[in-house]
């Protein structure tokens, strides 16, 4: 196999956030150790995407997921990078004919972290509150429990709403516990929330490689990197996802944990409002995760009956 190396590299994209960075760097570091080559044979080249460039309106209103991985897709099928990694939360479902996404790095941490300079959780917060999200998912699962705290709009990367929680936009804010540990963030008044409180979106915690489908020399590249549990965790969550037709318009929380050769799916689906959750818990063999996934989604659509999601 032809190597890359520093004359050659490859080239490895990515959004231009401290996160997407972070992320980058640990695919660049595990593929210059798996291959014992130095750091320079794998590029990092920033890609600039709809959602890094419109910070004015709503994640939600700027339709679906792909807005943070359209132009790093297209610079895949053009040749100008050989593979890109993601945060597999911010994926769709499909990838363009002619991608691939079947390297999951190993899952980190996969819940939501409570952020307060001064609460110690959503328990805690006093009546009327005001919290700061964009993820329509935390909000309906807040308003579900604390139906009289104020949820703000809270857009940004990580060191942005941050700086919201000082300037006293907001009392609390929720982050991924993933994201603040990649920054090693651990300064940060952060408070991981049980699953059984908070259930996480949909493959949290968990870095992708995406490539092109028919370039046989990445495929073998990325193969030390693969983590085959976080595979089936993840194709368990994601095909749960796709069954519910899952945008960012629609709360749904999920998460896979495997233990002894079983998977165990829980799943969340919520009016916006949080004013109804429905809830779904199986567990079944590993390698059936896609079909427990499936199966869950349509037990809960049939629960919800038209019009839920409106
Ligand atoms: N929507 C942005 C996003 N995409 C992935 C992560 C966290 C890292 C991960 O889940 O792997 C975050 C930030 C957050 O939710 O706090």
């Keep these: 196999m032809q190597m890359p190396d520093p004359q050659s590299p490859l080239k490895i994209g990515t959004r231009g956030s ?48 792909g807005m943070f991985t359209k132009e790093i897709e297209e610079a895949l099928l053009s040749g100008g990078i050989d593979i890109a990694v993601h945060s597999t939360k911010d994926m769709p479902t499909r990838q363009p004919e002619g991608l691939a996404l079947d390297c999951f790095l190993e899952r980190e941490d996969p819940r939501d972290a409570f952020v307060s300079l001064v609460h110690g959780g959503i328990r805690d917060l006093p009546e009327g509150a005001t919290v700061g999200t964009s993820s329509l998912r935390r909000r309906a699962q807040l308003l579900a429990r604390r139906p009289d705290l104020r949820v703000v709009e809270f857009r940004g990367n990580l060191q942005t709403r941050l700086l919201k929680l000082s300037d006293g936009v907001a009392d609390a804010t929720f982050l991924a516990a993933a994201g603040l540990s990649r920054l090693k963030m651990t300064e940060v008044p952060a408070r991981a929330i049980a699953p059984e409180d908070m259930l996480p979106a949909v493959a949290q915690g968990a870095i992708c490689i995406e490539r092109r489908a028919e370039d046989a020399r990445t495929g073998a590249l990325l193969e030390p990197l693969r983590h085959g549990p976080t595979h089936l965790s993840i194709a368990a969550e994601r095909a749960y996802l796709e069954a519910l037709d899952g945008s960012c318009q629609t709360p749904i929380a999920g998460l896979a944990e495997l233990s002894g050769g079983q998977l165990r799916l829980r799943g969340e689906i919520l009016r916006t409002d949080g004013s109804e959750v429905l809830t779904g818990d199986e567990t079944g063999a590993a390698e059936d995760g896609a079909e427990i996934g499936r199966a869950m989604a349509e037990r809960l659509l049939a629960q919800a009956g038209p019009g839920f999601f409106d």
């Design 18 to 65: 401290p996160l997407a960075l972070a992320q980058a760097e640990e695919a660049q570091a595990r593929l210059a150790v798996a291959w014992d080559l130095p750091f320079e044979a794998f590029e990092i080249v920033i890609i600039r995407t709809t959602g890094d460039r419109v910070v004015d309106r709503p994640l939600s209103q700027l339709g679906g997921k």
